[in-house]
């Protein structure tokens, strides 16, 4: 049995890969594929935590990679070259199996497990999550004429999943992490609205978006274990702040 559980990570992956290639080319069936695919992702987190035998609460871990693979299935329905739509689908399934594989390392294989990893690989997934949705979001706004206070709605419970997530996977206590959930996601929603009327792309009020809440993540995160130093708070505080004027500066304004 141990033998099959190694395989999963590279197995889930492949699945992953196969799924969401095939939502590039039969878009018409873009339900049912994305349903197996998330389905095939749940399923080799399930079975290599042994549904809860060997991880407890797995199913809070598995927000991360579901929520992956729909975050990228809903960019990839704004994108039209077909190398990266490719792109896009390997490196989901290369995230999810690497995810999966520091499941594995931590259950099965601790010193092998590289101390955080788990932590940092869902801060990966949860920054290239919001991106993807907030693409998705504004995209939805910008031909559909989609409310922006309906999108604004389902980017508020997402937000609060992510930092929910992040700061549970990170040992936060429970109430703790609730509470800044719910904290960060009316800030970041407030943020969403803000950035919906400027005038520059979806993909560029995206990305702005993904900046702050990375910067809202990194330093809520140092603050609750106790980390966040004038040095960090500087850190991120610059890093932050290049990224977003590199972004406006770069930007066509329409």
């Known amino acids: 049995m141990i033998l099959f559980k190694r395989t999963l990570p590279i197995l889930t ?9 095939l939502i590039s080319w039969w878009q018409d069936h873009i339900w049912i594929l994305l349903a197996l695919t998330v389905l095939a992702v749940i399923l080799g987190l399930g079975v290599l935590a042994g549904w809860g035998a060997d991880l407890e609460r797995w199913g809070v871990i598995a927000i991360s990679p579901t929520l992956f693979v729909v975050a990228a299935v809903a960019f990839m329905l704004f994108v039209q070259e077909t190398w990266l739509l490719i792109m896009i689908s390997a490196v989901t399934a290369v ?9 594995f390392r931590f259950i099965f294989a601790p010193g092998l497990y590289q101390p955080y990893a788990l932590e940092h690989t869902s801060i990966v997934l949860h920054i290239a999550s919001v991106y993807f949705f907030t ?7 910008t031909f ?3 409310p922006i206070w309906l999108l604004a709605l389902i980017f508020f419970v997402l937000a609060i999943a992510y930092v929910y997530e992040t700061l549970w ?3 936060i206590p429970a109430a703790i992490a609730a509470s800044m959930a719910l904290l960060g996601g009316w800030l970041l929603v407030q943020l969403f609205v803000a ?3 400027l ?17 809202f993540l990194g330093v809520v995160r140092a603050r609750l274990l106790q980390r966040l130093s004038e040095e960090v708070t500087r850190r991120y505080a610059i890093f932050g702040a290049a990224l977003f004027v590199l972004i406006l500066v770069t930007a066509q304004w329409v």
């Open 13 to 21: 992956g492949l699945v992953a890969f196969l799924g969401l290639f």
């Open 95 to 103: 995230f999810i199996a690497l995810f999966l594989e520091h499941v």
């Open 135 to 141: 693409t998705m979001f504004y995209g939805l706004n």
């Open 144 to 146: 559909l004429h989609v």
């Open 169 to 171: 996977v990170s040992k």
């Open 195 to 197: 950035i919906s009327f």
């Open 199 to 215: 005038p520059t792309s979806f993909f560029v009020n995206a990305a702005l978006v993904s900046v702050v809440f990375y910067v």
